[in-house]
């Protein structure tokens, strides 16, 4: 029997409400399966589904009720108004993300040329973002998964912009080749390993451990982070990070004492939560 745009959106948000999962999820895989945009979805409700179609948008969303994130089944997030690749080898980007970049894309306006480099890039979200909207910039994007690098490298030329990608953990490979830089950023690891069984299933069962869990208190990459630091950053540099929220006065006096002479601030995203911390050295 036919089926009409409405009808299955219908029965996927029912569904998925039964199942625990948001029951707006079936519009982001409704527009995946007929390949059209959010207005061009709203204005075919009433069209009808192929019998391909309409097995296909059943499948995904009977996934997704198991547990397997809507990114992973139609293979992207949008960050920063880009699609980005994302699969089980990297993390899923975050709004709270976005924040990040955008403040940090403020607060070096006045920078001509900048050294950027971006730590633990994952999915390649940040550098990617950064080198797109500063061309200028030289964008430098590591991370300790070579699964990782490949799904950031595959974001960086299907975006059409130029990052390198350096293998290895936290500034190692910038330490390594003696490259200094102007503005380092990074969203590492920061959920505390007793967390793990507070997480959605979406999360822990198809996200990568390792761009997850920060040690037993969420701040075993910053301690590591914050000791590599006077050797990378440049006179006059900033380093902006990504922290769980209740995570920033911790993080802000790893950095204080890093550099006793920088200055630290604390940012709060859009759900007033505190989340960013940047340092000038």
Known sequence: MEQKIYEALKWASSYLIEHGRD??????MMKHVIGVSRSALLARLHDPLTQVQSAAFSKMVKHHAEGVPVQHLIGVEEFYGRPFIVN?????PRPETEELV???????KGRQSPVIVDIGTGSGAIAVTIKAERPDASVYAVDLSAEALQT???????????VTFLHGDLAEPLIEQGLLVDVLLSNPPYIPAGERETLSTVVVDHEPHMALFGGEDGLDLY????GQLPVVMKPDGLVGVETGAGQTKDVAALFDSAFPNGKTSILYDINKKDRM????V
Do not use: M, P, Q, W
């Open 88 to 92: 089980g080898n990297v993390l899923i």
């Open 23 to 28: 029951a707006n999820a079936g519009e982001l």
């Open 223 to 226: 301690r590591k982070l914050a």
């Open 277 to 280: 911390v940047f340092l000038y």
């Open 102 to 108: 955008y403040h940090t894309l403020e607060k070096i």
């Open 152 to 162: 950031a490298s595959e974001n960086a030329k299907a975006l059409g912009v130029d």
